[in-house]
């Protein structure tokens, strides 16, 4: 597999050299100390639970057994459009193992259509759209079950460090649930009521993303208060590579860009394609398992920086190296950082 990375933070860069010309004899030490500690941080094991939570349908939790080394940092998957949270269960217990109290809510929104496009009679009915605001509204909810003895999350989220991850139309939201700024669409931006970033929000990571509308355009700008990073499948026919290069010179740094090859739109998915969506035009040469795996992986190294304190130690900057240098048997290419 070809990964290929562009991280743009130059402290990041320095700390992983230094700290890798330290620690590791060799190259190749430091890509198996980093592979076999990427590997084995995370735990054996997750527990799920499903419930309603305030403004937004139901909601899926996954978080890990093993709650000694709680609390753990919340993440909010949002969904693509018109995907059910089901279809993320694979990727979020992926997330969940390494440390993360994850929760996909479901947002029915009533939704238009295409612009030009008259309505049908009696309009659309509520589809799965996610919101700007569900990441707080899952804080809010999340804050009132800590501290419930009789919940399964008391006491085990660290509610000061929240990150987002979005799929799809969901990352497009999720990169408007961290910019100060929206001035696109209702259904993406609604007038009211006001929008305030959480300030329990420290990044994003996004998947199958794209700023550019289907219906022409500029792209959408995005004045990204906190660290936002894209993993991009080689293949995606839906949301192309092309697209996210477009998309990319909108977005704030610090900023980076993942690119797994062989992964196209479905890649974080239970399946390829689902029923209720557009199928991506080209298929999908890398195995759906490894899609996911890779896609959480990236996506813990990348939370694990900027949620949790301690991230900053030689493993896990000796272990982001070595994953940059190697993923499996294949490959990998670090661009220059842009600063």
Same mark, same amino acid.
């Given at each position: *597999? *070809?990964?290929?990375?562009?991280?743009?933070?130059?402290?990041?860069?320095?700390?992983?050299?230094?700290?890798?010309?330290?620690?590791?004899?060799?190259?190749?030490?430091?890509?198996?100390?980093?592979?076999?500690?990427?590997?084995?941080?995370?735990?054996?094991?997750?527990?799920?639970?499903?419930?309603?939570?305030?403004?937004?349908?139901?909601?899926?939790?996954?978080?890990?057994?093993?709650?000694?080394?709680?609390?753990?940092?919340?993440?909010?998957?949002?969904?693509?459009?018109?995907?059910?949270?089901?279809?993320?269960?694979?990727?979020?217990?992926?997330?969940?193992?390494?440390?993360?109290?994850?929760?996909?809510?479901?947002?029915?929104?009533?939704?238009?259509?295409?612009?030009?496009?008259?309505?049908?009679?009696?309009?659309?009915?509520?589809?799965?759209?996610?919101?700007?605001?569900?990441?707080?509204?899952?804080?809010?909810?999340?804050?009132?079950?800590?501290?419930?003895?009789?919940?399964?999350?008391?006491?085990?989220?660290?509610?000061?460090?929240?990150?987002?991850?979005?799929?799809?139309?969901?990352?497009?939201?999720?990169?408007?649930?961290?910019?100060?700024?929206?001035?696109?669409?209702?259904?993406?931006?609604?007038?009211?009521?006001?929008?305030?970033?959480?300030?329990?929000?420290?990044?994003?990571?996004?998947?199958?993303?794209?700023?550019?509308?289907?219906?022409?355009?500029?792209?959408?700008?995005?004045?990204?208060?906190?660290?936002?990073?894209?993993?991009?499948?080689?293949?995606?026919?839906?949301?192309?590579?092309?697209?996210?290069?477009?998309?990319?010179?909108?977005?704030?740094?610090?900023?980076?860009?993942?690119?797994?090859?062989?992964?196209?739109?479905? *890649?974080?998915?239970?399946?390829?394609?689902?029923?209720?969506?557009?199928?991506?035009?080209?298929?999908?040469?890398?195995?759906?398992?490894?899609?996911?795996?890779?896609?959480?992986?990236?996506?813990?190294?990348?939370?694990?920086?900027?949620?949790?304190?301690?991230?900053?130690?030689?493993?896990?900057?000796?272990?982001?190296?070595?994953?940059?240098?190697?993923?499996?048997?294949?490959?990998?290419?670090?661009?220059?950082?842009?600063?």
């Amino acid at each position: *597999m *070809m990964i290929i990375a562009r991280f743009f933070n130059s402290a990041i860069k320095t700390a992983i050299f230094l700290i890798l010309a330290r620690a590791a004899k060799s190259e190749e030490a430091s890509r198996r100390l980093g592979r076999d500690f990427l590997e084995t941080l995370h735990f054996t094991d997750n527990i799920t639970f499903t419930t309603a939570l305030n403004n937004t349908g139901s909601s899926d939790f996954y978080y890990p057994s093993r709650s000694w080394d709680s609390p753990f940092p919340l993440i909010v998957l949002l969904q693509g459009g018109l995907v059910d949270k089901s279809l993320y269960k694979d990727f979020a217990e992926s997330l969940a193992i390494r440390g993360y109290v994850v929760v996909v809510p479901n947002h029915f929104v009533i939704a238009g259509g295409p612009p030009g496009i008259p309505l049908p009679p009696g309009g659309y009915p509520p589809a799965l759209y996610s919101s700007r605001y569900a990441p707080g509204d899952v804080l809010k909810d999340v804050k009132v079950r800590i501290s419930d003895p009789s919940s399964p999350l008391y006491d085990i989220v660290d509610i000061d460090n929240m990150g987002v991850a979005g799929h799809s139309f969901g990352g497009v939201i999720s990169l408007h649930s961290i910019s100060s700024t929206c001035n696109t669409v209702p259904l993406i931006c609604p007038p009211s009521p006001p929008y305030e970033i959480p300030p329990e929000l420290k990044a994003a990571v996004v998947f199958g993303t794209s700023l550019v509308s289907p219906f022409g355009g500029p792209p959408q700008d995005i004045d990204n208060q906190v660290p936002s990073f894209f993993i991009q499948g080689s293949d995606d026919g839906l949301s192309t590579v092309d697209e996210l290069a477009i998309s990319y010179e909108n977005i704030e740094v610090p900023k980076g860009w993942i690119e797994l090859e062989g992964a196209n739109h479905w *890649m974080m998915t239970n399946v390829q394609n689902p029923p209720t969506n557009s199928p991506d035009p080209n298929p999908q040469p890398l195995s759906q398992s490894k899609g996911i795996h890779e896609s959480a992986r990236w996506s813990a190294v990348i939370f694990d920086l900027y949620l949790k304190k301690r991230e900053f130690s030689s493993k896990l900057l000796l272990g982001m190296l070595a994953i940059l240098t190697r993923v499996g048997n294949g490959p990998v290419s670090l661009e220059e950082f842009d600063v």
